[in-house]
């Protein structure tokens, strides 16, 4: 069984096993997956962000791995402890957008201009990141719209976004992917 389909199964041990063989082969991707592994944890492998900081960064380092690098740029996010995480999160999710145009990398750098956090809070790049996020279909761009709308003091827009960002998802669910921010 492939490691993708070892994790669909819900069987992150075994999946473990399999990326830890490869990781010692040097295969720059089973760090990515080992990253994923560590980082949501469950079903036998417990929850590691050092671990998984670890993997991602080993795959960034050795074949720039788009999602290690995203993995890296969420986990300094999410446990930032002063302002130097933030923002080298910030510039990590820049280099993704940047590269790949990845729909996450362009979500987050929207949401720390619009936040402040890791750069100076900055609604007109906020809106202009969101937008390019929503055209790379990600289902999160609506809301985060209705909220630098209803900050930019326009409530109208705020909620017709919120109203549109519900319709898609509920009527166009195909069109756009929704990935957890």
């Known amino acids: 069984m492939r490691l993708n389909q070892l994790i669909r199964a819900g069987r992150f041990k075994d999946a473990e096993l399999g990326a830890i063989a ?14 994923a592994i560590y980082e949501g944890g469950g079903n036998g492998v417990d929850k590691n962000l050092d671990l998984a ?7 960034v380092e050795m074949c ?11 986990i300094l996010y999410q446990r930032a402890t002063d302002p130097t995480d933030l923002a080298r999160a910030f510039c990590l ?7 790949a145009g990845h729909d996450v990398a362009l979500i987050m750098l929207g ?3 619009f936040l402040g956090e890791g750069t100076e809070q900055d609604l007109e790049k906020a809106e202009t990141y969101v937008l390019l996020a929503l055209k790379a279909g990600n ?6 719209m209705s909220k630098i709308k209803r900050e930019q003091g326009n409530a109208w827009l705020a909620f017709k976004w919120r109203v549109r960002g519900l319709i898609e998802r509920t009527f166009f669910v195909g069109k756009y992917r929704a990935r957890q921010i």
């Open 139 to 144: 289902v999160h761009a609506f809301d985060l």
């Open 53 to 59: 900081l670890q993997n991602y960064s080993k795959s």
């Open 64 to 74: 720039g791995a788009v999602e290690g690098c995203l993995g890296v740029a969420r």
């Open 22 to 35: 490869l990781a010692d082969k040097d295969d720059c991707h089973a760090f990515v997956l080992l990253g």
């Open 93 to 99: 999710y820049k280099q993704v957008a940047d590269v």
């Open 111 to 113: 949401k720390m201009h």
